[in-house]
């Protein structure tokens, strides 16, 4: 599928729904007043829409069900949602009053799909709508099992994903199962074959394997948005447990993933699992231990991983904004109108991160900065003073034209940052050459006593006697 | 006669799935329960919400043998002396501070109960609901219970039976309100909770036309019952009404309260299937530990009322394990108890058969009844039968109660059917790899060592077929056949193909279109497993280098792959423009050399004039050519200066503005004091 994206209808600005520095636009406000009158109502219901730190406390979820007892039983994952600050909206997938929003408003900012089974939404949801709702920067949880029905499935084809066509088949792994007394078909997967990254599972690393049970699925190549967060062993494969395997599987070894992310173009984030009892107080609570390793774990890793997880989703970690983009001369404050080429320029911008609650300021040492005129000139690391400000400063290349600061900062897990800003570049003006060069000093001797020359000449000429 | 023993057995093997069609394992509440519990009902500063929610919590963990009382009882007794004696309570937190004071026992002065009692029965009077019945009724059965007031009863007893029997419907279900034509499961609970008060309340026999009536109304509401394939059983609202619905377990448990409290005050059986009743109590098990407060106590209390029932109390015989290791030497232990999880009466398991799952084959096993260790109250089968080999069955298990009185009070449900894994080692021998010219002539044939490491190189071209073989037998020395047996060839490109081992060898002319005409090097890699193997295994055997013919134009281009996330998300390496390199100039000291030497000439030409000994003899003397002769100078000097100042600073206009003045300047003078020095010399040639 292409990804759901967004154009960015304006170059300059960092992304529609940041709330840009009061301090940035003073001037701008002044000198566009219009323009940003426009450009407001033009955007008006996309800020009001999707992830607004402003008030991230009223963020609203609607959870679907087809069975209203998952509610009991997934209690422990939506008890932590609500003290995190989410208004959890309970409905049966098939309720025929469901809709996601009203006069074209969202009601929701996220929506949690636990209904496997549902073959049918009701109300106004259908597929496209629920795309919709992604297409306009929202956040996607898809839970499946077994009983997968071809709308959850084409849904999250529709994110990236291909779950496994057959419908009786199950992840089992002969070699990283969970030992369990009672469960001897090796269908409960004890995993711990993470993704490596901080942003998205947390800095605590995941000691206890992830339990899961449920249905496999694979990766669309085509798609680079999409994410394998937990994989399955090499091992594993995707099959009847109770029937004989007659031709190969269509998934085998770590083609299998267990639970993938998709961060779109427009920073919406999905996750895509095909275990419902994943998120289960079942599997939350159970200990667990992998085959063939001693050690027992008293609770399984999932309620971490689950947490972690959905705090990446639903923005709490891995949210950037960059402000203040700024340039100027090497000994100067004001941004220049253009540049002259060799000049030395420092270039600066800040970037903060959305913790849940404030903005952060965001360290990382791989920011890099371009001078781009249809390829990069320069190419520079930025480095930051641990309060967000980052900066560096370089010479202006000997080519003159019209050249970019370009920002692009793509890292696995957090929201990308695409600023760019235009500055023309001229070449030196006639007098702004180098005026008295030493290789001509001797040309310059033989003009003057040659003038001198001719000076005294006069007198012996014209009054030698 | 062969057609009809077919017939026998396909009956035999009907009516065992019909007798106990147990998928799953039923384990009784445990531990896990109560440490839920005291997580679910946690006081908000040490008191909760309601008083409904209070007796939940309390009910629950009395039922559980937990004991919170002490942290909850000041706030909740507190708040049941204010219910209790405000006259304007609702009936509700009534009924639930009577029942909160039934638990904690609270100090409540005489006359109070008095008030509540008088109130209550003014209530059950003129009540027309249902509900209203079965909170006052159930409000003075308490009431009786705890002050002992053995002359507390129903004025008009079987008028009270009546009115709550004339809300019944024809299918067992009831209604809440004589107004409301909609009927519910659930409410037939409560109605039969409400019967089984009033029973208790009446103080002559109810008539026994009315009991039985209601009997029937139980039986027809047990018609209605819903059922999963496992076999357990549950109750569900069939119009899900728009208010308040109920799911199928607060029905089923409130179902199950109102029965078993019909029972106990009825004489004479109920005629229900022990069956069902298992059922019932398996469906309430099969939930699990519920993560909601309300789903935990109605979990917990039907189980409470099902644990000493007198229609049947259900046995719940569980497995600590299913899954038996042949190597270890696993025991089948068995243990029955009831729903709470205590012991069971009396009794013995057998053994009754054992089938290899998916075959209809007869059991391998004769009964066998199992040994029961009266320490750990665990039966138990002291090894494995002899012919249980590796693999999956179905273990067949039968209760039989000692004392036949029990037969009636204790539901066993007949058969158990519990799926067993029985897992142990497999032997892998003779395995072989080989690339084979045609169907019968090898070229090579390695042995592979499936338990170590092995590094087998071969190659092959698209004529020639690949043949893996190896056998694998169980420790009894039977084939065996796994489920996972499954070959990867891996491209260096990472394009991978599988294939089931178990069919002839792979033959490379029919695969080369599959294999996207990608000559080169693969990886080899076999898995092994099954559920039952203990030592599945996944090996590297080593590479095959394919040389696979040209592609077609048209052939398949081989999917793409996955890009590595490191190369999509790491930094960019960094560029820093290369400048045009600047001429070349000699360095410094040259120049200033040749400077130095540029300024020769004009010292030889001073040197020289000095030598010719030049005078300036012809200077006019009279003051006025003297004075244009010095201006002319000066002008020439000031023009040399303008070149020196256009070089140093000025522009182009500039000096040229300057030297038009100069040069008319420099033109007057110089026609004078030339002229003057052509007539002197001009005089001295005349002359």
């Known amino acids: 599928m292409s990804p759901p994206h967004r154009v960015n209808p304006q170059p300059l600005s960092l992304s529609p729904r940041q709330p840009k520095d009061p301090t940035t636009t003073e001037m701008a406000r002044s000198n566009f007043s219009v323009l940003t009158i426009l450009s407001v109502i033009l955007l008006l219901p996309v800020l009001s829409l999707s992830f607004s730190p402003d008030s991230p406390s009223d963020r609203r979820l609607l959870v679907l069900f087809d069975d209203l007892s998952l509610q009991s039983s997934h209690s422990i994952f939506f008890n932590s949602l609500k003290s995190r600050g989410f208004d959890l909206d309970f409905k049966l997938a098939d309720d025929p009053k469901l809709a996601l929003q009203r006069y074209g408003q969202y009601l929701y900012d996220g929506l949690i799909l636990f209904s496997p089974s549902i073959e049918r939404f009701g109300g106004a949801l259908d597929l496209a709508a629920v795309l919709d709702f992604v297409d306009s920067g929202h956040d996607l949880i898809i839970a499946a099992d077994s009983s997968a029905s071809d709308l959850i499935k084409s849904v999250a084809t529709e994110c990236g994903v291909d779950f496994d066509e057959d419908p009786s088949a199950l992840v089992i792994d002969h070699r990283s199962y969970a030992v369990v007394g009672i469960e001897g078909d090796h269908t409960l997967i004890a995993a711990d074959d993470f993704i490596e990254s901080d942003v998205l599972l947390g800095e605590n690393k995941i000691e206890a394997p992830v339990l899961f049970k449920g249905i496999a699925h694979s990766l669309n190549a085509a798609n680079n948005l999409v994410l394998k967060v937990l994989s399955a062993s090499p091992a594993a494969y995707s099959a009847n447990p109770s029937s004989k395997l007659s031709s190969p599987p269509s998934l085998t070894g770590s083609t299998i993933s267990l639970v993938s992310v998709v961060q779109a173009r427009n920073n919406a984030r999905i996750m895509i699992t095909g275990s419902l009892d994943l998120f289960s107080n079942r599997f939350f609570r159970s200990s667990v231990q992998k085959a063939g390793s001693p050690k027992r774990y008293d609770k399984s890793g999932n309620e971490q991983f689950v947490a972690e997880l959905s705090k990446w989703v639903f923005h709490e970690r891995g949210h950037l904004k960059a402000v203040n983009l700024r340039h100027n001369k090497a000994g100067e404050t004001d941004e220049p109108a253009m540049y002259r080429i060799k000049d030395d320029l420092d270039f600066s911008v800040e970037i903060y991160e959305w913790s849940g609650k404030s903005w952060e300021p965001y360290v990382a040492n791989d920011v890099q900065v371009q001078f781009y005129m249809m390829s990069p000139y320069v190419l520079k690391t930025l480095s930051n003073d641990k309060k967000g400000l980052y900066h560096t400063s370089f010479k202006v290349p000997d080519v003159y034209g019209v050249f970019q600061f370009k920002v692009e900062y793509n890292r696995l897990g957090y929201t990308s940052l695409l600023l760019s800003k235009q500055i023309p570049v001229r070449p030196f003006k006639h007098n702004e050459y180098e005026r008295f060069i030493t290789a001509a000093f001797p040309y310059y001797g033989a003009s003057f006593t040659m003038m001198a020359g001719f000076f005294i000449f006069s007198f012996v000429y014209l009054y030698h006697k | 006669m062969a057609r009809s023993l077919e017939g026998f057995l396909v009956l035999i093997v009907a009516a065992l799935v019909y007798s106990s069609a147990v998928a799953s394992v039923f384990q009784p509440i445990s531990d896990s329960h109560r440490s839920v519990a005291l997580e679910l009902f946690t006081p908000l500063e040490g008191s909760f919400s309601s008083l409904a929610e209070t007796y939940e919590a309390l009910r629950t963990f009395e039922v559980l043998g937990i004991d919170k009382k002490t942290d909850i009882n000041t706030a909740a007794c507190q708040s049941v002396l204010e219910t209790l004696g405000s006259s304007s309570s609702a009936l509700k937190d009534l009924f639930y501070a009577l029942k909160v004071n039934g638990i904690l026992k609270c100090e409540i002065k005489k006359d109070v109960f008095e008030g509540v009692t008088s109130s209550l029965q003014a209530t059950v009077s003129s009540a027309g609901a249902l509900l209203d019945f079965y909170y006052s009724v159930g409000g003075l059965v308490i009431i009786k219970d705890q002050t002992s007031k053995d002359d507390l009863y129903l004025a008009d007893a079987e008028g009270v039976f009546g009115s709550i029997k004339a809300l019944s419907q024809s299918d067992g279900r009831w209604r809440y309100n004589s107004n409301n034509p909609e009927s519910s499961t659930f409410a037939a609970g409560l109605a039969l909770q409400a019967l089984a008060d009033v029973v208790s309340l009446s103080s002559s026999e109810i008539d026994q036309s009315l009991i039985g009536a209601t009997k029937n109304d139980i039986l027809k509401l047990f018609d209605s019952i819903e059922k999963y394939d496992d076999g357990t059983f549950y109750f569900d609202e069939k119009l899900v009404d728009t208010h308040e619905h109920q799911g199928p377990l607060s029905t089923t448990s409130s179902v199950v309260r109102g029965l078993t409290a019909f029972a106990a005050v009825t004489s004479g059986s109920l005629n229900l299937p022990s069956g069902k009743i298992l059922g019932l109590a398996r469906f309430l098990l099969g939930i699990g530990i519920p993560g909601d407060a309300k789903d935990l106590f109605n979990q917990v209390d039907s189980l409470a009322s099902l644990e000493s029932n007198l229609v049947a109390i259900p046995l719940i015989l569980s497995l600590p394990a299913t899954v038996l290791s042949l190597t270890k030497k696993d025991s089948v232990k068995v243990k029955v108890n009831t729903v709470l999880g205590s012991n069971a009466p009396p009794l013995t398991v057998k053994l009754v058969g054992v089938f290899r799952s998916g075959s209809k084959d007869t059991s391998l096993v004769e009964g066998q009844e199992l040994k029961f260790n009266p320490e750990s109250a665990v039966y138990a089968l002291d090894a494995l039968p002899k012919s249980v080999d590796v693999g999956k069955y179905t273990f067949v298990f039968e209760m039989v109660l000692h004392d036949p009185d029990h037969l009636n009070l204790y539901a066993t449900g007949g058969q158990t059917q519990i799926p067993i894994f029985v897992t142990g080692l497999v032997k892998v021998d003779s395995a072989e790899i080989a690339v084979l010219d045609s169907d019968l002539g090898s070229t090579e044939t390695k042995k592979i060592d499936l338990s170590g490491e092995n590094t087998v190189s071969l190659s092959a071209n698209h004529l020639q077929k690949l043949r893996l073989s190896f056998q694998l037998s169980t420790s009894l020395g039977h084939a065996f ?103 070349k100039l000699p360095p410094k000291e040259l120049s200033h050399a040749f400077l130095g030497l540029t300024l020769l000439p004009l010292l030889g030409f001073l040197i020289g004039l000095l030598h010719l000994g030049v005078n300036l003899k012809n200077f006019p003397s009279s003051s006025v050519p003297a004075m244009f002769a010095v201006l002319f100078h000066l002008g020439i000097a000031a023009v040399l200066l303008l070149y020196a100042l256009f070089w140093l600073k000025w522009d182009l206009f500039t000096t040229l503005k300057a030297l038009g003045f100069l040069g008319a300047f420099l033109m007057f003078v110089g026609h004078r004091i030339l002229s003057h020095l052509a007539s002197i010399s001009s005089k001295l040639k005349s002359a």
């Open chain 2, 481 to 583: 056949k796994p489920h996972q047996a499954i070959l990867k060839l891996t491209h260096e490109s990472k394009v991978e193909h599988s294939f089931v081992v178990g069919s002839s060898g792979k033959h490379f002319l029919g695969l080369v279109e599959k294999f996207f005409y990608l000559s080169g090097k693969y990886n080899v890699q076999l898995t092994v497993g099954d559920a039952v193997m203990e030592n599945s295994f996944l090996k590297a055997i080593g590479h095959l280098d394919l040389d696979l013919p040209e592609p077609p134009e048209k052939a398949a281009q081989p999917p793409p792959q996955l890009l590595d996330q490191k190369l999509r998300y790491g930094p960019k390496a960094e560029i820093t423009h290369i400048f045009r390199v600047p001429e």
